[in-house]
Nanobody, 116 residues
Framework: QVQLVESGGGLVQAGGSLRLSCAAS????????MGWYRQAPGKERDLVASITRSSRVNYADSVKGRFTISRDSAKNTVDLQMNSLKPEDTAVYYC??????????WGQGTQVTVSS
């Protein structure tokens, strides 16, 4: 079992930056991909960015060029640097980990609010 703990959310003005961090514990050696999803009120949870153990990255079109995902596999952490934030980026952000066997784990979520 993998446990994920997020940190770094908060309130920021449009155009500002935030950095989210997520630390994995437990059976972290089973993790292949890690990433971030977000869920706005009344909407589905959608992928923001992901990164595999081999450093292959994937971004949602809406965040390309503004967000950067990075991972330290030795420390079992994944970060999301968010720049040029927009009000539409407001959501609860969830850290995610997918094991090689297909088991998916979630963090508790952290609120990101971007004011206009």
């Amino acid at each position: 079992q993998v446990q994920l703990v997020e940190s770094g959310g908060g309130l920021v003005q449009a155009g500002g930056s935030l950095r989210l961090s997520c630390a994995a514990s437990g059976r972290a050696f089973t993790i292949n991909a890690m990433g971030w999803y977000r869920q706005a009120p009344g909407k589905e949870r959608d992928l923001v960015a992901s990164i595999t153990r081999s450093s292959r990255v994937n971004y949602a079109d809406s965040v390309k060029g503004r967000f950067t995902i990075s991972r330290d596999s030795a420390k079992n952490t994944v970060d999301l640097q968010m720049n040029s934030l927009k009000p539409e980026d407001t959501a609860v952000y969830y850290c995610n980990a997918d094991s090689y066997s297909g088991i998916r784990s979630w963090g508790q979520g952290t609120q990101v609010t971007v004011s206009s």
